[in-house]
């Protein structure tokens, strides 16, 4: 069975990395992060952008879906409300697919320490700590396997990912 891998979480829980490192330990594996398909200075979130932003992702997941040489999707985004997971999946067809729907959710003050670095680092803007610590509370009412990365590396994330994943069958790991 092939997986479609969905990571979703606040701003900082880790998404990215893990949905990288994830590409690297499963096989035939495409990894998209959402945040790529409205990478757009000045940042403008309204009805329009939204609409335009689902299509791009549904657009790219739908070729991954449909490419024969793919076992493997991860898709990594923010994913807060359960109507996005909904739409996102009624606009794919994902027969022949396992679905597999994870949030990786951690405490507020280890949000905010990661948030923090990021932002001391110069990679994030401050504001972001009040957005993503909003959303945190939003996701235990999610139809989503939720992955405590409180105190876990993305490497100890991915891992508990592809176990839940691939159950007691490792994946070969890509060379």
């Known amino acids: 069975m092939k997986n479609l891998i969905l990571l979703g979480g606040p701003m900082g829980a880790g998404k990215t990395t893990t949905g990288r490192l994830l ?3 499963l ?6 992060d959402g945040d790529w398909c409205w ?6 979130v309204t009805d329009e952008t939204r609409s335009m932003v689902m299509d791009n992702i549904c657009h790219v997941l739908g070729n991954f879906l449909r490419c024969s040489v793919f076992e493997n999707i991860v898709f990594c985004w923010v994913m ?10 009624s606009r794919l067809d994902t027969a022949g697919w396992q679905v ?6 951690c405490s507020a003050d280890a949000l905010r320490a ?10 994030r803007a401050p504001g972001v700590i009040g957005r993503s610590l909003a959303r945190l509370p939003l996701y235990a009412s999610l139809d989503t396997v939720k992955l405590d990365v409180s105190g876990i590396t993305a490497a100890q994330a991915a891992g508990a990912v592809v176990r839940a994943v691939c159950g007691d069958s490792s994946p070969s790991r890509r060379r």
């Open 100 to 105: 597999h729907a994870f949030s990786l959710v």
């Open 39 to 44: 990478d757009m200075r000045p940042f403008i």
């Open 80 to 89: 807060h409300q359960q109507s996005i997971l909904d739409e996102l999946l």
């Open 23 to 25: 590409q690297q330990m």
């Open 114 to 123: 990661r948030l923090q670095k990021d932002i001391d680092a110069g990679l």
């Open 27 to 32: 096989p035939s594996c495409v990894f998209l």
